[in-house]
């Protein structure tokens, strides 16, 4: 499964957000999965088309999909030099896909700083630092060993690699993430063999107090969105310690308490959804009188491997696939209507799938 590391300096609120994300969940039904490790929690992705589907066709069942989210704990100054919980923590957020970078935009007396005061550029900075240092390490060791290689080697996609590896190391050298660098079609799946940390996508939450969450922000949220913009990153404002209350909350009383806040969801929705979508996910539904189900694929997938997400045989066997998008069902309002009106589709192989298309496949067994 897809995983999104949450990364930032201790205290921000971190876990705080974690957990709530993680208790939130509890309450989604016929959840497929369980908790993996008390740092790992998988997460349903909310998705208001599911619940507009549902009107029209009422199933039995409705599933959503999921993703995961890890507490990476333990990222401090030095920690690529082996401080604090040192090397441990980068070998988490390797095998993420995506990183959620909480920065604290709240002042408590009461909560320590572990750099003595609120700065949220200056935190930025430092965990940003951390990663670079880590990728430095990391693609100068690489280089040495294939450098070497390709010497003696008629390899193509050897010589590719050091090209690519150099162009990272420069980027890096100059305090660029390895994100940053331009490759072509050819080159990008090279750099994702080398799982850097600073090439993954990053969205900034920034922590705030529930007085500046009402406000619309505060000086430190407008610093971080200039300095995301900067990066072409993403932001997204939140309130970690009212979330995780909303997350706690009976789910019948939850609607008052965010009528009462002015919002319409808890704001841990957004968040998954704007990492989901930073993870370039996208979402297919299969829907009947028995289930309505969402399926996660990535952009651009093709018909028999979006079957295949849901079986394997399902990919095998592919013959075609009957769909119709839940735009036409919410148009027409029935199955029967989007078929009068045309919108009714046959699609084979090469059909690629839309974000909230309904699919039925056809397949041999
Ligand atoms: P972590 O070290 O980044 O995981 O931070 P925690 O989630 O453990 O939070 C550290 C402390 O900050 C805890 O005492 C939290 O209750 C508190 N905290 C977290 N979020 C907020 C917030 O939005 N506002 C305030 N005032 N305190 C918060």
Request: with cysteine; charged share 25%; hydrophobic share 40%.
């Amino acid at each position: 499964a897809l995983q999104v590391g949450i990364v930032g300096l201790p205290n921000v609120g971190k876990s705080t957000l974690f957990n709530a994300l993680t208790s939130a969940k509890a309450e989604a039904a016929n959840y497929p999965f369980c908790t993996i490790d008390p740092n790992v929690g998988v997460v349903t992705v909310p998705d208001p088309r599911m619940d507009k589907i549902t009107t029209f066709i009422k199933p039995q069942k409705v599933i959503p999909t999921t993703m995961e989210f890890v507490d990476i704990a333990g990222i401090v100054k030095g920690a690529s030099q082996g401080e604090g919980l040192g090397n441990q923590f980068l070998s988490h957020i390797r095998q993420t896909d995506a990183i959620v970078h909480v920065v604290r935009c709240f002042d408590d007396p009461n909560i320590v700083h572990v750099a003595g005061s609120v700065d949220p550029i200056r935190d930025i900075e430092i965990i940003n630092t951390e990663l670079l240092l880590a990728d430095l390490d990391s693609v100068e060791k690489r280089l040495q060993r294939i450098e070497k290689q390709a010497k003696n080697s008629t390899d193509k996609k050897l010589k590719a690699e050091v090209e690519v590896a150099k162009k990272v190391q420069e980027a890096l050298g100059k305090g660029l993430p390895a994100r940053s660098v331009t490759l072509d079609e050819f080159e990008m799946p090279l750099l994702k063999e080398m799982h850097l940390l600073t090439a993954k996508p990053v969205l900034y939450a920034m922590n705030v107090s529930d007085s500046d969450f009402a406000a619309g922000g505060n000086d430190w949220t407008k610093a971080v969105i200039a300095r995301a913009a900067e990066e072409n990153n993403k932001t997204i404002m939140i309130c970690s310690a009212m979330e995780a209350e909303i997350a706690l909350l009976p789910p019948e009383d939850r609607a008052d308490f965010l009528a009462a806040l002015g919002a319409e969801e808890p704001g841990l929705n957004r968040l998954i959804r704007e990492a989901y979508t930073l993870l370039g996910l996208q979402t297919y539904f299969t829907a009947g009188e028995k289930e309505v189900r969402a399926w996660t694929i990535r952009a651009n997938t093709k018909a028999p491997q979006a079957a295949g997400v849901i079986h394997t045989d399902f990919e095998k066997g592919f013959i075609r696939a009957e769909t119709y998008h839940c735009e036409d069902l919410f148009n027409y309002k029935s199955e029967q209507a989007v078929k009068d009106a045309g919108k009714y589709r046959v699609e084979g192989k090469e059909y690629v799938v839309k974000d909230g298309d309904i699919l039925f496949f056809r397949f041999n067994v």
